[in-house]
């Protein structure tokens, strides 16, 4: 365990090199698992088959030997096993039928652990296969995050459903935002007893929110997932992804008690320096460099080995990587990282 880089800088240690892994490392620009998805049929048969979603969680680890697996599943999982309806159409992303007041009355809870048991089956079988110094990430998505599928039934540019139905409706909102916290808690609990030895909570849309919003729907619910998970598992560290949080992360840190922040790639490089006197950060790497490459790709490596490497980081890209990314711009991307001197 000691020898887990991944862990070491979550514990506050400096690493350099530091250890690297990217979000989505696992998807459609690999051309193994553009395989295997074929195999399995729908994208939800993958994330619920453990024999196929342990074979794409490890492509990339052959590949690039990253310090970290992430397990291959989904947020949308949360919603799906609550009852809800989800499909993923090629080129649309999720669909779900949208929620309304009656349909977050009736969510259910009961079958929760028994509709994700092949999720956690994969991540047993992640830990016995992975390497002894690579750790494993389990995930969720965020309270806020997953609730604007559910109400829109889609991804949408600004989320503005539902933000116009949590203004509207704000004790069914309140209501709906409790219950999916409560099962990603329980969902991350089962995860780590599974073998997962980090956590990471997907905000990807909390950057949408006003002030007041920021404060009730993205951190409220956070803070209570984080208090209910280490209440079970005191010491597992938790890496909070608040995209667009601006001027909003060390406020996010600070409330939520996440372990680390990851940074999407507009925070400066000045103010990240800042987020790190307060702990671990994650990031923070414009996935469109990686899809340029050459100068573009080195120069961002550079900017942000030279300027948070002094301190406790994990290497990542700001967001996840896009479907048409060279391998080699990831090759190139890895070398830089691993030969990086101070
Ligand atoms: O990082 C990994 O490799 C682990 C697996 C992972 C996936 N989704 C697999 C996936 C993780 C951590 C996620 C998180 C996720 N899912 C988020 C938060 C992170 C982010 O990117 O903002 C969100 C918002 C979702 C919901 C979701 N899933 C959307 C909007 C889409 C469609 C967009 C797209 O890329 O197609 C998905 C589908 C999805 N999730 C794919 C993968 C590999 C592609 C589906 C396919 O193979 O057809």
Redesign the pocket.
């Known amino acids: 365990m000691a020898e887990r880089k991944l862990l070491k800088v979550l514990g506050g240690q400096t690493v350099f090199p530091p250890p690297i892994w990217?979000?989505?490392?696992?998807?459609?620009y690999l051309p193994e698992?553009?395989e295997v998805?074929k195999k399995a049929g729908s994208?939800l048969d993958?994330?619920y088959n453990p024999e196929l979603a342990v074979e794409?969680?490890l492509q990339?680890m052959r590949r690039f030997a990253f310090d970290a697996a992430?397990?291959?599943?989904?947020?949308?999982v949360i919603p799906h096993a609550l009852g809800r309806d989800l499909r993923?159409e090629?080129?649309a992303?999720?669909m779900m039928t949208p929620i309304d007041e009656n349909g977050i009355d009736n969510l259910d809870a009961s079958r929760l652990h028994a509709h994700l048991e092949p999720v956690y089956e994969t991540v047993r079988r992640l830990r016995r296969e992975l390497p002894q110094d690579t750790a494993l990430i389990g995930?969720c998505?965020a309270p806020w995050?997953v609730a604007t599928?559910m109400i829109a039934g889609r991804?949408t540019p600004d989320q503005a459903p539902a933000r116009l139905f949590g203004y509207k409706n704000p004790k069914a909102f309140a209501r709906l935002l409790d219950a999916v916290a409560a099962s990603s808690a329980e969902y991350l609990i089962r995860q780590v007893d599974a073998g997962a030895d980090a956590l990471?909570i997907?905000d990807?849309?909390s950057g949408v929110l006003d002030e007041a919003g920021f404060e009730d729907w993205c951190m409220r619910p956070v803070r209570e997932m984080v208090r209910r998970v280490r209440e079970r598992h005191p010491s597992v560290p938790i890496i909070g992804?608040p995209?667009g949080a601006g001027l909003m992360y060390q406020k996010y840190r600070r409330n939520t008690g996440v372990t680390a922040l990851g940074l999407d790639w507009t925070v400066p490089m000045e103010e990240a320096r800042r987020l790190q006197q307060d702990g671990p950060l994650q990031g923070n790497l414009d996935p469109m460099r990686l899809l340029a490459g050459g100068r573009a790709l080195s120069q961002g490596v550079d900017k942000i080995l030279s300027s948070l490497g002094h301190g406790p980081l994990i290497f990542n890209l700001g967001?996840?990587i896009t479907?048409n990314v060279p391998i080699e711009h990831v090759e190139a991307m890895v070398k830089q990282v691993r030969e990086a001197t101070l």
Do not use: N
Request: glycine share 14%.
């Open positions: 990217m979000m989505r490392q696992a998807g459609r698992y553009k998805r994208f993958l994330c794409v969680t990339p992430i397990l291959f599943s989904d947020i949308l993923f090629e080129g992303g999720p995930f998505g995050t599928y991804g990471q997907f990807s849309w992804f995209k967001h996840g479907p």
